[in-house]
Nanobody, 123 residues
């Protein structure tokens, strides 16, 4: 079993920055990622990274968000810059072993989830 504990998030003005962190305990995980869910919308992929260090981003955050992983600490961070009001959502950390690049971007590719942290960007 893997437990994920998230930290960070909060309220920021458009153009500002926030950093989310997620620490995994229980055992080493192969891939870690971030998803987000806005009210009335489905959970969507934000970014992910594999043990190898490969990173993946959704088109909506590419160039603004950076995901990084510390394998020694079994943790992942999401640096979010140039935030926009449309980035407002609950952000969830995920961990697991998605088998393909496609499943890396799908919630079903992950077995473990954090409790979620709110990110609100005001205009």
């Amino acid at each position: 079993q893997v437990q994920l504990v998230e930290s960070g998030g909060g309220l920021v003005q458009a153009g500002g920055s926030l950093r989310l962190s997620c620490a995994a305990s229980g055992r080493t995980v192969w891939a870690m990622g971030w998803f987000r869910q806005a009210p009335g919308k489905e959970r969507e992929f934000v970014a992910a990274t594999r043990w190898s260090g490969d990173t993946y981003y959704s088109d909506s955050v590419k160039g603004r968000f950076t995901i990084s992983r510390d394998n020694a600490k079994n943790s992942v961070r999401l640096q979010m810059d140039d935030l926009k009001p449309e980035d407002t959502a609950v952000y969830y950390c995920a961990a697991g072993r998605p088998t393909t690049a496609q499943t890396l971007e799908l919630p079903g590719g992950y077995a473990y989830w954090g409790q979620g942290t709110q990110v609100t960007v005001s205009s």
